[in-house]
């Protein structure tokens, strides 16, 4: 089978770096995906790891250890904005995703 | 470009009622997917597509059916809603070698 934990709620204060984690467990890897849902909204597509490292995205950054089996999402400088709920997201191969839980991001002022 | 389009965007139903969510993207993307979404919780996938005439199923697919006769559309049909089914439902689709998913606004479905 296959499952990811991540945090349900983190908070921060705006101008704020956080990180959210997610580690997994799954059958088969092809990537790690990051998703930011905002109340009421559809998901939106943030970053994707296939190989170990980091990607930087803007303010949005995203690591992957295939080793560890664990990956991050990393928030710099917060804004009020970046409020959202952040899923991590595995694909087994042939575009399907298996989705976290789900980490809800306060930022506060 | 309208990106991925899903109707009804509400839709309340009956225990034992059947329906089809209709799901249409308009940027030629080969792969298709269904999830849902439950209240705190992640999505689940119910069924994907790979092309047109290529289906398969996902985590959650018992009591959905799908076909995808062209690339544009990927409707989701309930066979005899349950009040299990009581989710918001999302299409998403991807372009073939890319790794971004683009989701429509979603359908809310009761089952009562």
């Known amino acids: 089978g296959q499952s990811l934990e991540q945090p349900s709620e983190v908070t921060a204060v705006e101008g704020a770096i956080v990180q959210i984690n997610c580690t997994y467990q799954?059958?088969?890897?092809?990537?790690l995906s990051w998703y930011q849902q905002h109340d009421g909204g559809a998901p939106t597509f943030l970053s994707y790891n296939a190989l170990d490292g980091l990607e930087e995205t803007g303010r949005f950054s995203s690591f992957l250890s295939r080793s560890d089996s664990y990956g991050y999402l990393l928030l710099q400088e917060l804004q009020m904005k970046d409020s959202a709920s952040y899923f991590c997201?595995?694909?087994?191969?042939?575009?399907?995703?298996?989705f976290g839980s789900g980490t809800r991001l306060q930022v506060q002022p | 470009n309208a990106g991925v389009t899903q109707t009804p965007k509400f839709q309340v139903l009956k225990t034992g009622q059947s329906m089809t969510l209709q799901c249409a993207q308009d940027?030629?993307?080969?792969?298709m997917s269904w999830y849902r979404q439950d209240p705190g919780m992640g999505l689940r996938l119910i069924h994907y597509s790979v092309g047109a005439g290529i289906t398969d199923q996902g985590e959650v697919p018992n009591g959905y059916n799908v076909s995808r006769s062209t690339t544009e559309d990927f409707p989701l049909r309930l066979l005899s809603a349950a009040p299990s089914q009581t989710s918001v439902y999302f299409c998403a689709s991807q372009q073939g070698g890319a790794y971004e998913q683009y989701f429509g606004p979603g359908t809310r479905l009761t089952v009562t």
């Open positions: 940027m030629n993307h080969e792969y």
């Open positions: 799954t059958s088969g890897f092809y990537g």
């Open positions: 997201a595995v694909e087994k191969g042939r575009r399907a995703l298996t």
